[in-house]
């Protein structure tokens, strides 16, 4: 299944990746690598992972403090975004 990020949600990932390479370039690559594991396994079995609002999924990157939002479309899932934890709950529901 194709996996999309909404315009804002990859805006985010690069944000993150330039705040990790700034202070360690091997934590943005460990970030980079999270996240592309998180993608591999939502699309694998995107029902696992516990809803969290009106039509998303979350799945909790285990070693960074941020977590993948995403909803399933009919031929595709969309991340909606890629929330660090001390940002405003449900910030990203008008996406």
């Known amino acids: 299944m194709e996996v999309r990020f909404h315009p804002e949600a990859a805006e985010e990932v690069e944000t993150a990746r330039q705040w990790y390479a700034e202070r360690s370039p091997p934590a943005a690559e460990a970030f980079l690598v999270e996240l592309d594991l998180a993608v591999e396994r939502v699309r694998?079995?995107?029902?696992?992972?516990?809803?969290?609002?009106?039509?998303?999924?979350?799945?909790?990157?285990?070693?960074?403090?941020?977590?993948?939002?995403?909803?399933?479309?009919?031929?595709w899932l969309e991340v909606v975004a890629a929330a660090h934890h001390r940002r405003k709950p449900g910030y990203w529901k008008s996406r």
């Open 44 to 75: 694998e079995a995107p029902h696992r992972w516990p809803r969290y609002g009106k039509g998303a999924r979350r799945y909790i990157l285990p070693r960074f403090p941020f977590s993948m939002i995403y909803r399933m479309k009919a031929e």
